[in-house]
T-cell receptor, first 117, second 112 residues
């Protein structure tokens, strides 16, 4: 069965610090997709990034960057120069794809990130 | 930008009552999903729906749950006889396939 582990339950940093959220996954599939979602206090799920298992290139988007390492089954997320608005719960997720193309997302437990002014 | 919508935003019901949660997926999407998030916990998959039938369902999705696409735009989740433990946020999502799932804002269900 597929599994996603986010070992950090809560992280608290001071504004402008860099912070890395860890994500480790387990899967037997050779083709899979990894995601990060942000859940602000308002409760919606905001898509941040999707990676497929064949693309190990790291990605940077503004202050956000992602490090995908297949060898360690990890897909870590770094926020550089954190801001108070980054405070949220962050979920890492892994998708199984069935024969019809439907994707079942398996989520980690989430990491609650608090950025203090 | 197209978005998934859900109604109501908050539903309060008595234990044993039936509830229907409604979702309008993005119009050209083919795959539809329901997820559940009990307060403070992770998001859990309930069911996927494709080509007018259930594609996969989780262990949570027992006989008390059903899904339907009654017309070309709505996608509903019905809970026949609600229990206290059904209290959660329910998210609808849709996708074109091997791509990002777009989530709705959620319906908070409170069972008293």
């Amino acid at each position: 069965a597929q599994k996603v582990t986010q070992a950090q339950t809560e992280i608290s940093v001071v504004e402008k610090e860099d912070v890395t959220l860890d994500c480790v996954y387990e899967t037997r599939d050779t083709t899979y997709y990894l995601f990060w979602y942000k859940q602000p206090p308002s409760g919606e799920l905001v898509f941040l990034i999707r990676r497929n298992s064949f693309d190990e290139q790291n990605e940077i988007s503004g202050r956000y960057s992602w490090n995908f390492q297949k060898s360690t089954s990890s897909f870590n997320f770094t926020i550089t120069a954190s801001q108070v608005v980054d405070s949220a719960v962050y979920f890492c997720a892994l998708s199984e794809v069935d024969y019809e193309g439907a994707q079942k997302l398996v989520f980690g437990q989430g990491t609650r990130l608090t950025i203090n002014p | 930008e197209p978005e998934v919508t859900q109604t109501p935003s908050h539903q309060v019901t008595q234990m044993g009552q039936e509830v229907i949660l409604r979702c309008v997926p993005i119009s050209n999407h083919l795959y539809f999903y329901w997820y559940r998030q009990i307060l403070g916990q992770k998001v859990e998959f309930l069911v996927s729906f494709y080509n007018n039938e259930i594609s996969e369902k989780s262990e949570i999705f027992d006989d008390q749950f059903s899904v339907e696409r009654p017309d070309g735009s709505n996608f509903t989740l019905k809970i026949r006889s609600t229990k206290l433990e059904d209290s959660a946020m329910y998210f609808c999502a849709s996708s074109e396939g091997y791509y990002q799932q777009f989530f709705g804002p959620g319906t908070r269900l409170t069972v008293l």
